[in-house]
């Protein structure tokens, strides 16, 4: 480590949601996991989204992304920017969607849009890593 490292080492989480379809017929899913990556001090935040993540990085390299692992079972999965702190209506995920770029408040989201089989149990998994 030398004297520009402040942080030894990143936090991680890997996380694996499971949905089942109790149903007995075929329904679609809207599977949405969102992080607040914005720090104390907003300043000089910028935002980047893509079809595998979203993440959120700023002055003293600090950051959040999330992150796909893998290949999900779904049609549909696209990392988001958001111009709030808080969390999305998984039925309107994409509502306070932005491009990427520059904000000063925001927040990061990953969605799984897809149907799910009768009595099946679709799976995905994502990584929620800090910078």
Do not use: H
Request: glycine share 12%; aromatic share 10%.
């Amino acid at each position: 480590m030398t004297g520009r490292d402040a942080r030894p080492f990143t936090t991680s989480i890997k996380v694996v949601r499971a949905l089942k379809n109790n149903q007995p017929v075929q329904k679609v899913a809207n599977l949405v996991r969102f992080a607040d990556a914005q720090p104390p001090t907003p300043s000089g935040l910028f935002y980047l989204a893509g079809l595998n993540g979203a993440l959120g990085w700023g002055l003293y390299r600090y950051g959040r992304v999330l992150e796909n692992a893998g290949l999900p079972p779904f049609s549909f999965w696209q990392g988001y920017v958001q111009t709030v702190p808080t969390g999305p209506n998984a039925c309107a995920f994409a509502f306070n969607a932005v491009s990427s770029g520059e904000t000063g408040s925001g927040s990061v989201e990953l969605a799984y849009v897809g149907p799910v089989p009768a009595g099946a149990t679709e799976t995905v998994t994502l990584v929620n890593r800090g910078l």
